[in-house]
């Protein structure tokens, strides 16, 4: 005798009359399991592309580039013992741009302190004031928007131009060109030569208060004894690995601070990749805890899964009977509730993914996050799906396949 077999065919059309047969509830099922796989995937997401943003802000350049300075702010160690150290003098560039594997260098210079600029009845909020190289804007990626950036000739005479930020731009000249204007910086007259374009920063406004003059320039004008800090930028150039070229650097560093075989570094080193792993590491356990608690609303759905499950075994249990009486066996019965399960739950995830990549992308628009659809995560959220019908049906499953045909025939 032929011994009826089930599959996914079965499965599917027993799902469909469950779905059919008991809107209500296998509605309610079906609406927990996509709120669940919907909030994991737009938190996901989300958090994805804040890591995106916060690596973009943060590392804002284009290219690998390498921080000098006497105390990165990464690694731990005595922050007061860093802060002794010896400030990273500009001669140190020269030597810098000889070491291989070295590009293009920005020498920078500020005071660790904030200011407020006016002119006329115009005043700004704090913005900081900071001493640099001209080619700041091309080590990190900041576009001129008015007027020009200070040239390598005003660094050298050190003359008193400045280029303002998004932010004091805004404040200080919202309905007038400001090139050509002059502003008291320090007390000081600077010509205003350029502004920067907005650049849209996770921290919003402050990202944009920021005036850049040449260092020389801030070295005469704006240093103030005990507060300065003095670092150095270099990007890598194409061919080479940045783990080599700090080697490089460290060695020429070592040579011209002459620090004897031994002796401790006097200075940190950091690259640019290596913020970007800082900021995945936070923003990832974040993520991590996000999911574990929102995976709480797939567990609520799961045991909704089994309690349905259980009552369209009860009221199946005739046919079960009937089935396991003209030859089906155990396993059949097994498989068709695990099969009828995994549909509805499927089916949940399914709903989940599109909701959950159509919430993510409003919100990452909204926030202006990078969006990206992932297919490993999207396969991967709709096979967990599956699986929790499956986990969640076992026992349902496993009850009907250990009926007893003759005392499921007598029900009625």
């Known amino acids: 005798m032929n011994r009826p077999h089930v599959d996914w065919r079965d499965g599917l059309s027993e799902a469909w009359r469950t779905i059919t047969g008991n809107r209500m509830r296998s509605s309610l099922l079906i609406l927990g399991v996509t709120i669940g796989v919907t909030t994991l995937l737009a938190i996901f997401t989300i958090v994805n592309g804040l890591s995106g943003r916060i690596r973009d802000d943060v590392v804002s350049s284009s290219r690998p580039y390498i921080y000098i300075s006497r105390d990165s702010g990464v690694g731990g160690g005595d922050t007061a013992e860093k802060m002794r150290r010896t400030q990273l003098k500009p001669e140190l560039v020269d030597a810098l741009a000889r070491t291989e594997g070295v590009g293009m260098i920005d020498y920078e210079v500020s005071n660790n302190s904030g200011t407020v600029l006016k002119y006329g009845k115009e005043k700004t909020q704090f913005v900081q004031v900071f001493g640099c190289s001209q080619n700041f804007p091309f080590m990190f990626s900041i576009k001129a928007d008015e007027g020009r950036f200070f040239s390598a000739s005003d660094v050298t005479a050190r003359n008193r131009v ?35 374009a907005e650049r849209n920063h996770i921290i919003g406004q402050l990202g944009d208060n920021f005036v850049c003059v ?80 929102s995976s709480i609303g797939l567990l609520v759905g799961g045991i909704g899964v089994m309690n349905i499950m259980l009552i369209s075994v009860a009221e199946r249990t005739r046919e079960i009977g009937v089935r396991m009486a003209v030859g089906a066996r155990r396993q059949d019965v097994l498989l068709q509730v695990l099969v009828e ?45 599956i699986s929790i019908g499956i986990f969640f049906g076992l026992y349902p499953a496993n009850k009907a396949a250990r009926m007893d045909p003759i005392i499921a025939l007598g029900r009625e």
């Not at 400045?162 to 002059?182: C, E, I, Q, S």
């Not at 700090?246 to 950091?270: H, P, Q, V, W, Y």
């Not at 159509?358 to 659809?373: C, D, E, K, N, Q």
């Open 162 to 196: 400045a280029v303002l930020g998004y932010g004091p731009r805004k404040d200080l000249f919202p309905n007038r060109d400001p090139v050509g204007k002059t502003l008291r910086i320090y007390g000081k007259p600077y010509l205003i030569v350029g502004t920067m």
């Open 214 to 293: 040449p260092w020389t320039t801030f070295e005469k004008d704006g240093l103030k004894e005990g507060f300065e800090d003095r670092n150095i930028a270099l990007l890598v150039n194409d061919g080479y690995e940045t783990d080599e070229v700090i080697s490089n650097i460290t060695g020429t560093m070592r040579r011209e601070r002459r620090l004897r075989a031994g002796r401790k570094n006097d200075f940190d080193i950091i690259a640019s990749e290596t913020y970007g792993e800082l900021i995945d590491k936070v923003t990832g356990g974040i993520a991590l805890v996000l999911v574990v608690l």
């Open 341 to 385: 399960a995994g549909i509805l739950t499927g089916i949940g995830g399914v709903l989940g993914i599109v909701l959950g990549y159509l919430a993510s992308w409003g919100m990452t628009h909204v926030l202006r996050f990078p969006f990206a659809i992932s297919p490993f995560v999207t396969v991967g959220a709709a096979l967990f799906s």
